[in-house]
């Protein structure tokens, strides 16, 4: 009985020593340096975070940066700005920018100020052909609207109006991104699944807390990456 018992695993051991090791995974090949730069409002700021280094654009850098060793971020994003703004302040910046892409992350401001859709599609549309023609080789990743209604700070008839804003606009930017052959990263989404939204949320109740800003950071890496490509 010892002796089968032997023979067995002497027959199991011989099996093992026979099959290949596993080959060692191979990582991925460090691709060139790349310049990103960052147009929009707080929420491209970084606003809400603890450090700057976590709101949801610098994460989403800090993941490029691992897969193109060198490159670097140039946040143009001012807070406050509604897409007009981006449009007449931070868009003229790229004039010299040589970027490789373009993050654009406006339209939660014209919600919040209520700005009538159709201007504010107007507005946005004529931000991303500006951005094209003044960068025509760079990759353009339009961010969507979060849904602003999940604040707190909205509630009845404002919040009703607020949340309708936000569908409304993110299904204009969508739509830009897609005419004008822009990536686009689905923010908007992203908000709704979430039951209890006051972890997502900074103590004023409005920007996106660490959690929140690393929520809207794991949308946006593999679309810009893929933009990168």
């Keep these: 009985m010892r002796r089968s018992a032997l023979l067995a695993s002497l027959a199991v051991l011989a099996a093992c020593a026979r099959r290949p090791a596993a080959a060692p995974q191979a990582r991925p090949t460090p691709g060139r340096p790349v310049r990103i730069v960052a147009l929009g409002d707080s929420l491209a700021f ?11 654009v610098f994460q ?29 302040v931070q868009v003229p ?17 014209d919600v919040v100020h209520r700005n009538p859709p159709a201007a504010f599609a ?25 849904d602003v209604g999940l604040s707190p700070l909205f509630t009845g008839a404002d919040h009703d109006e607020v949340a309708g804003l936000s569908r409304t606009d993110d299904a ?6 897609l005419r004008n052959g822009a990536a686009f990263a689905d923010l908007y989404a992203v908000t709704r699944p979430h039951g209890s939204i006051i972890r997502y949320l900074s103590d004023d109740r409005f920007h996106p807390s660490d959690a ?7 949308v946006l890496v593999p679309v810009l990456l893929r933009a990168l490509r």
Excluded: M, W
Aim: aromatic residues 4%.
């Design 122 to 146: 107007a507005t946005y549309a004529r931000l991303v052909a500006r951005v094209r023609a003044l960068q025509p080789r760079a990759a353009i990743v339009c961010c969507g609207i979060p």
């Design 172 to 177: 204009a930017v969508r739509a830009i991104a």
């Design 46 to 56: 970084g606003t809400g975070a603890s450090a700057p280094r976590k709101g949801f």
């Design 212 to 218: 929140g800003h690393a929520a809207l950071a794991a």
């Design 93 to 109: 910046r790229l004039a010299h920018a040589r970027a490789d892409a373009i993050v654009v992350c406006a339209g939660g401001n």
């Design 60 to 88: 989403a850098f800090l993941l490029v940066l691992e897969r193109h060793p060198g490159s670097r971020i140039d946040n143009y994003a001012i807070p406050g700005s509604v897409a007009a703004d981006v449009l007449r």
